[in-house]
């Protein structure tokens, strides 16, 4: 047993005022370090960013490196703690502090030296390697000092005679209060207000304040520790080590699992937030400053009963989540919906930490204790950054951790007793389940349109797995080795799972299907999709829900329904391929758009592009680089023809214009190409390369047919703004920005910085378009306020229309050191050729027809002859004739008829066929007014008619060019400055 004397060299009592000291010293020193430690994140993933294309993926890694680090400098505490005598500990940590300052004041956590010499960014391969190596020398020592602080200092004041050192587990929560202070403080305070170069002097300021007040702390715990050995400590005096109860390994493991389930959440809430929204820390800041709040309160002597509701909260918002991600029903605010993801993290933060404050161990373990909390956080970022995106197509770790929350924290409620009764209505839960679920795929069998045996076919598999484990659960109840209880852990969420594939599948049943849309969607004004889903995915939750007293049983249910539902959607057709790499998860898929079959590019619930697969139309740019929009009024304006130069001679000569396109996505911007023409794409991920460029199996064409007609394509991979700069000065004539990363154009790409190298990479006459298409953030005001910075024209369209096959609404921002270049757009008058194209476009869309007035001449005489002309032909004659040949046509009936007229009139649009391209010349004399009529204002009688029934500016007359405004309060922006939450437009 441990003495209960002090040396007497160090005196036994403390006074008063000296308590009244203590305190506030220590409490300060960790309150410091804790702001510092968390206003280093935001800064050092601002910095990072531009070298790896902004994308989400920095964020997260960065975060595994500082957690990293933060489970070695609670190492070192533990250590240090446990081996070293007061003296050493005081000795070793003022040496780590020196050295930290001394690469502080090396690097300032300065990356471009780096990155320009011995570590140049990768190009080809993962980044996460280069990303924690240049972390580690930049910012490695000085984090770790900092990170040593809180279980040190408590530590240290646990030595001391203060009244409160007894359970220094409080000081804890002042910690937290400084990182979660420092989080939100950066986007609202920092950012708008010190550029980066003043926010590394910040930082160096702080640590320096931090390494006094350390020292401060390290003197004060010395005075009352033995000159020689240490003496002992008020834990020990107030609970001798006979009396402290000895961990276990259980007791660790399940400190762990606490602490890693609401690290992986809140990275997992990250991701799923940055890639719908932008990469930018305004968005990365709320989870992390939530996930610290809950350490605050729960560590703050919080009465036990409020952890106990967040408790009760948390199989609550947990169901209501998943139903959201499952479904991807969600509110139709996007800051309501954020604030359900944000609301269950905090909740189960605030569960799973609660837990953790409840379960601390004596001080004696204090720097153990946070020594494994701290591993846990660090599993949880191996397990979201490093382990998910090699395991995973999806971001399934979110709702992974999710499960593991609710299965972790304490039952809710008393448990049921076991009883018979209890029995026969769980029997009657598995019997309703299997029973109903074979019901409904009998009755999606019985449907004429698809074969009776497809739809057991899709899960024979399946149904055979789910009888074998049902017949082994039952048979291992029944010799004893299964409690009954615990067999329907595992048995009520199978069968849960079986019910939602049933309901999945029979409510598409022509039985049910026309009850449901009919009687109960069109009655709530719901749709099919929003009834089935509830039905569906909603009730089996909802039933989950009743398994609040099982922990386990609610996490299996609900992660019941999740598989379920993947299973099912897995059978979509549409779906070619799902793939995730570092800077997201890219999904291809296969869809009718305007009756013709399309390929789409989507990442996150963002459209990166898509292509026509049908013949005559694989060439169409098409979503935001239509020809009718913005860019393409740029590339047919400004670019349609040849440009004046000067060759290696001197002499004056004439070629095609030069195009660079940062951001490759589906190829779109190839269609533009023509024999002979050189455009570069800047890229930095791999996946999309492949998918679109010159991977083994290419899912978009637009590259490939380009180079088929002779266009010299080539690409250049790593981040575009480092690619560009290597671009020898004045060789573009069109410089295309659209990196999209998800929903945003990474901040970097828009800096004064980043235009001034796009300038000097222009022609004297050249154009930088920038696609500022954004749900969340004006952009606009940025760009303007950088071209009036750098005195040049600039232009801004936005386009909503999207009545062409399609096309999508975009905005787009022209820049230009010449007046000249921009004159074409600045034309209100439409062109001859815009005009035609207008008509042509209009003479595919049969709505038109029955709103011209009858003129004798005009578009609806076009389009009926060339659907009769089309009505004529053999083929499609054919296809009609497959459609049968009722008695009386109903409307259903001629609805087919026509979307086979108006393909084949779409067809013939876009043919290069000699027999089509003479029809539309026979139709074009005939009926179409003389182009260079319509483009005067009001002229020609079909256009005056169109105008009068409001068709022409429905069927999409091109959006004017304006000059935008400038916006002080957005500033300048610049790679040391960028004020986000002015751009805000939500």
Same mark, same amino acid.
């Given at each position: 047993?441990?003495?209960?004397?002090?040396?007497?060299?160090?005196?036994?009592?403390?006074?008063?005022?000296?308590?009244?000291?203590?305190?506030?010293?220590?409490?300060?020193?960790?309150?410091?370090?804790? %702001?510092?430690?968390?206003?280093?994140q935001?800064?050092?993933?601002?910095?990072?960013?531009?070298?790896?294309?902004?994308?989400?993926?920095?964020?997260?890694?960065?975060?595994?490196?500082?957690?990293?680090?933060?489970?070695?400098?609670?190492?070192?505490s @533990? /250590?240090?703690?446990?081996?070293?005598?007061?003296?050493?500990?005081?000795?070793? @940590?003022?040496?780590?502090?020196?050295?930290?300052?001394?690469?502080?004041?090396?690097?300032?956590?300065?990356?471009?030296?780096?990155?320009?010499?011995?570590?140049?960014?990768?190009?080809?391969?993962?980044?996460i390697?280069?990303?924690?190596e240049?972390?580690?020398?930049?910012?490695?020592?000085?984090?770790?000092?900092?990170?040593?602080?809180?279980?040190?200092?408590?530590? /240290?004041?646990?030595?001391?005679?203060?009244?409160? &050192?007894?359970?220094?587990y409080?000081?804890?929560? +002042?910690?937290?209060?400084?990182?979660? $202070?420092?989080?939100?403080?950066?986007?609202?305070?920092?950012?708008?207000?010190?550029? =980066?170069?003043?926010?590394?002097?910040?930082?160096?300021a702080?640590?320096?304040?931090?390494?006094?007040?350390?020292?401060?702390?390290?003197?004060?715990m010395?005075?009352?520790a033995?000159?020689?050995?240490?003496?002992?400590?008020?834990e020990?005096?107030?609970?001798?080590?006979?009396?402290?109860p000895?961990?276990?390994?259980?007791?660790?493991?399940?400190?762990?699992?606490l602490?890693?389930?609401?690290?992986?959440?809140?990275?997992?809430?990250?991701?799923? !937030?940055t890639?719908?929204?932008?990469?930018?820390?305004?968005?990365?800041?709320?989870?992390?400053?939530?996930?610290?709040l809950?350490?605050?309160?729960?560590?703050?002597?919080?009465?036990?009963?409020?952890?106990?509701?967040?408790?009760?909260?948390?199989p609550?918002?947990?169901?209501?989540?998943?139903?959201?991600?499952?479904?991807?029903?969600?509110?139709?605010?996007?800051?309501?919906?954020?604030?359900?993801?944000? =609301?269950?993290?905090?909740?189960?933060?605030?569960?799973? @930490?609660?837990?953790?404050?409840?379960?601390?161990?004596?001080p004696? *373990?204090?720097?153990?204790?946070?020594?494994w909390?701290?591993?846990g956080?660090?599993?949880?970022?191996?397990?979201?950054?490093?382990?998910?995106?090699?395991?995973? *197509?999806?971001?399934?770790?979110?709702?992974?951790?999710?499960?593991?929350?609710?299965a972790?924290?304490?039952?809710?409620?008393?448990?049921?007793?076991?009883?018979?009764?209890?029995?026969?209505?769980?029997?009657?839960?598995?019997?309703?389940?299997l029973?109903?679920?074979?019901?409904?795929?009998?009755?999606r069998?019985?449907?004429?349109?698809?074969?009776?045996y497809?739809?057991?076919?899709?899960y024979?598999?399946?149904?055979?797995?789910?009888?074998?484990?049902l017949?082994?659960?039952?048979?291992?109840?029944?010799?004893?080795?299964l409690?009954?209880?615990?067999m329907?852990?595992?048995?009520?969420?199978?069968?849960?799972?079986?019910?939602?594939?049933?309901?999945?599948?029979?409510?598409?049943?022509? !039985?049910?299907?026309?009850?449901?849309?009919?009687?109960?969607?069109?009655?709530?004004?719901?749709?099919?999709?929003?009834?089935?889903?509830?039905?569906?995915?909603?009730?089996?939750?909802?039933?989950?829900?009743?398994?609040?007293?099982?922990?386990?049983?609610?996490?299996?249910g609900?992660?019941?329904?999740i598989? &379920?539902?993947?299973?099912?959607?897995?059978h979509?057709?549409?779906?070619?391929?799902?793939?995730?790499?570092?800077?997201?998860?890219?999904?291809?898929?296969?869809?009718?758009e305007?009756?013709?079959?399309?390929?789409?590019?989507?990442h996150?619930? %963002? $459209?990166?592009?898509?292509?026509?697969?049908?013949?005559?139309? !694989?060439?169409e740019?098409?979503?935001?680089?239509?020809?009718?929009?913005?860019?393409?009024?740029?590339?047919?304006?400004?670019?349609?023809?040849?440009?004046?130069?000067?060759?290696?001679?001197?002499?004056?000569?004439?070629?095609?214009?030069?195009?660079?396109?940062?951001g490759?996505?589906?190829?779109?911007?190839?269609?533009?190409?023509?024999p002979?023409?050189?455009?570069?794409?800047?890229?930095?991920?791999?996946?999309?390369?492949?998918?679109?460029?010159?991977?083994?199996?290419?899912?978009?064409?637009?590259?490939?047919?380009?180079?088929?007609?002779?266009?010299?394509l080539?690409?250049?991979?790593?981040d575009?703004?480092?690619?560009?700069?290597?671009?020898?000065?004045?060789h573009?004539?069109l410089?295309?920005?659209?990196?999209?990363?998800?929903? +945003?154009?990474?901040?970097h790409?828009?800096?004064?910085?980043?235009?001034?190298?796009?300038?000097?990479?222009?022609?004297?006459?050249?154009?930088?378009?920038?696609?500022?298409?954004?749900?969340?953030?004006d952009?606009?005001?940025?760009?303007?306020?950088? &071209?009036?910075?750098?005195?040049?024209e600039i232009?801004?369209?936005?386009?909503?229309?999207?009545? /062409?096959?399609?096309?999508?609404?975009?905005?787009?921002?022209?820049?230009?050191?010449?007046?000249?270049? !921009?004159?074409?757009?600045?034309?209100?008058?439409?062109?001859?050729?815009?005009?035609?194209?207008?008509?042509?476009?209009?003479?595919?869309?049969?709505?038109?027809?029955?709103?011209?007035p009858?003129?004798g001449?005009?578009?609806?005489?076009?389009?009926?002859?060339?659907?009769?002309? &089309?009505?004529?032909?053999?083929?499609?004659?054919?296809?009609?004739?497959?459609?049968?040949?009722?008695?009386?046509?109903?409307?259903?009936?001629?609805?087919?008829?026509?979307?086979?007229?108006?393909?084949?009139?779409?067809?013939?649009?876009?043919?290069?066929?000699?027999?089509?391209?003479? $029809?539309?010349?026979?139709?074009?004399?005939?009926?179409?007014?003389?182009?260079?009529?319509?483009?005067?204002?009001?002229?020609?009688?079909?256009?005056?008619?169109?105008?009068?029934?409001?068709?022409?500016?429905?069927?999409?007359?091109?959006?004017? /060019?304006?000059?935008?405004?400038?916006?002080?309060?957005?500033?300048?922006?610049?790679?040391?400055?960028?004020?986000?939450?002015?751009?805000?437009?939500?």
């Amino acid at each position: 047993m441990a003495k209960n004397t002090r040396n007497s060299s160090s005196p036994a009592i403390s006074s008063p005022t000296e308590n009244g000291t203590i305190l506030p010293i220590f409490a300060a020193t960790i309150f410091t370090s804790a %702001t510092i430690l968390f206003l280093v994140q935001p800064m050092v993933g601002k910095i990072l960013l531009p070298y790896l294309g902004g994308t989400p993926a920095v964020w997260n890694t960065c975060m595994l490196f500082f957690q990293a680090l933060l489970l070695a400098g609670y190492s070192y505490s @533990h /250590w240090s703690t446990s081996r070293l005598s007061p003296q050493m500990q005081v000795k070793v @940590h003022m040496a780590v502090l020196g050295l930290a300052l001394l690469v502080l004041l090396l690097f300032r956590f300065d990356i471009e030296p780096l990155a320009k010499g011995i570590l140049p960014p990768p190009t080809e391969r993962n980044p996460i390697a280069w990303l924690l190596e240049v972390l580690l020398i930049a910012a490695g020592l000085p984090f770790f000092a900092v990170s040593t602080s809180a279980p040190l200092i408590q530590r /240290w004041f646990s030595k001391t005679p203060h009244p409160q &050192a007894q359970d220094p587990y409080f000081l804890y929560a +002042a910690s937290n209060l400084g990182s979660m $202070l420092a989080l939100v403080g950066y986007p609202f305070v920092v950012e708008p207000n010190l550029t =980066l170069e003043m926010q590394r002097w910040v930082w160096l300021a702080g640590f320096s304040l931090l390494a006094v007040l350390t020292t401060t702390c390290g003197y004060t715990m010395l005075r009352f520790a033995a000159s020689n050995d240490e003496s002992p400590s008020v834990e020990t005096q107030a609970t001798p080590d006979t009396e402290t109860p000895e961990l276990t390994w259980g007791q660790r493991l399940r400190w762990v699992m606490l602490a890693a389930v609401p690290s992986s959440l809140m990275l997992g809430a990250t991701t799923y !937030m940055t890639t719908d929204i932008a990469a930018i820390p305004l968005l990365w800041i709320p989870p992390l400053a939530l996930y610290l709040l809950s350490f605050i309160l729960v560590f703050s002597r919080m009465p036990s009963f409020v952890v106990s509701a967040f408790n009760i909260l948390l199989p609550l918002t947990a169901m209501l989540l998943i139903f959201m991600l499952v479904t991807g029903i969600r509110p139709p605010n996007i800051l309501l919906s954020i604030g359900v993801h944000l =609301l269950v993290l905090f909740v189960a933060a605030m569960a799973c @930490h609660g837990l953790l404050a409840r379960e601390r161990p004596a001080p004696k *373990y204090l720097t153990e204790f946070y020594l494994w909390m701290s591993a846990g956080g660090v599993l949880g970022g191996i397990f979201n950054g490093l382990v998910a995106p090699l395991a995973f *197509y999806g971001l399934a770790e979110y709702p992974i951790a999710l499960l593991a929350a609710c299965a972790l924290c304490s039952a809710t409620g008393t448990q049921v007793a076991e009883t018979a009764g209890t029995r026969r209505a769980e029997w009657g839960l598995v019997l309703l389940s299997l029973i109903g679920s074979l019901i409904l795929f009998w009755l999606r069998s019985l449907d004429v349109e698809i074969p009776s045996y497809s739809i057991w076919s899709e899960y024979y598999l399946f149904g055979a797995v789910v009888a074998g484990i049902l017949a082994w659960l039952v048979v291992s109840h029944l010799s004893g080795q299964l409690q009954f209880a615990t067999m329907m852990d595992m048995m009520l969420p199978l069968c849960i799972g079986v019910l939602v594939l049933g309901l999945l599948t029979g409510t598409f049943s022509d !039985m049910l299907f026309t009850s449901l849309k009919t009687k109960i969607a069109d009655k709530f004004g719901l749709s099919f999709s929003q009834v089935q889903s509830i039905l569906a995915l909603g009730v089996p939750l909802i039933i989950c829900f009743t398994f609040v007293d099982r922990p386990v049983r609610l996490a299996l249910g609900a992660g019941a329904v999740i598989l &379920a539902s993947t299973l099912y959607h897995s059978h979509d057709s549409g779906m070619i391929t799902q793939r995730r790499g570092f800077f997201g998860v890219l999904q291809v898929e296969s869809r009718m758009e305007d009756g013709m079959a399309a390929r789409r590019l989507e990442h996150g619930t %963002t $459209l990166h592009g898509m292509q026509f697969m049908e013949s005559g139309w !694989m060439d169409e740019p098409l979503t935001y680089y239509h020809r009718s929009g913005p860019i393409g009024q740029i590339v047919k304006q400004c670019f349609d023809g040849r440009v004046k130069d000067t060759g290696a001679d001197g002499k004056p000569i004439e070629r095609l214009p030069r195009l660079g396109v940062i951001g490759l996505g589906t190829g779109s911007m190839a269609a533009y190409a023509k024999p002979d023409q050189e455009m570069t794409f800047f890229d930095i991920d791999p996946m999309v390369r492949s998918f679109s460029f010159d991977g083994a199996n290419l899912y978009f064409g637009y590259v490939a047919s380009a180079k088929k007609r002779g266009a010299k394509l080539d690409i250049r991979m790593g981040d575009a703004r480092i690619r560009m700069a290597n671009e020898p000065d004045g060789h573009y004539d069109l410089i295309v920005v659209d990196a999209f990363s998800s929903d +945003a154009i990474p901040v970097h790409l828009i800096t004064l910085e980043a235009l001034r190298i796009y300038i000097n990479k222009l022609t004297p006459q050249g154009i930088v378009a920038f696609h500022v298409s954004n749900r969340y953030l004006d952009l606009v005001p940025v760009l303007a306020n950088l &071209a009036k910075n750098e005195n040049l024209e600039i232009r801004y369209n936005s386009d909503n229309r999207e009545n /062409w096959s399609g096309k999508t609404a975009s905005s787009w921002v022209a820049l230009s050191k010449s007046k000249e270049a !921009m004159a074409p757009l600045d034309s209100e008058k439409m062109l001859p050729e815009m005009v035609k194209n207008i008509h042509l476009g209009l003479l595919g869309l049969p709505s038109f027809a029955s709103l011209t007035p009858g003129t004798g001449r005009g578009l609806a005489y076009s389009q009926d002859a060339l659907r009769n002309q &089309a009505g004529g032909e053999e083929e499609v004659k054919a296809k009609i004739a497959e459609l049968g040949k009722p008695e009386v046509k109903t409307p259903e009936f001629k609805a087919k008829e026509n979307a086979i007229l108006d393909k084949r009139v779409q067809e013939i649009l876009v043919s290069d066929k000699n027999d089509d391209i003479r $029809l539309m010349a026979i139709v074009q004399s005939r009926f179409l007014e003389n182009p260079d009529v319509m483009a005067q204002p009001g002229g020609g009688f079909s256009a005056m008619a169109l105008m009068l029934a409001g068709v022409t500016q429905k069927a999409g007359a091109p959006a004017p /060019w304006t000059t935008p405004e400038t916006k002080p309060s957005v500033g300048l922006w610049t790679d040391d400055y960028s004020n986000l939450l002015a751009t805000w437009n939500r």
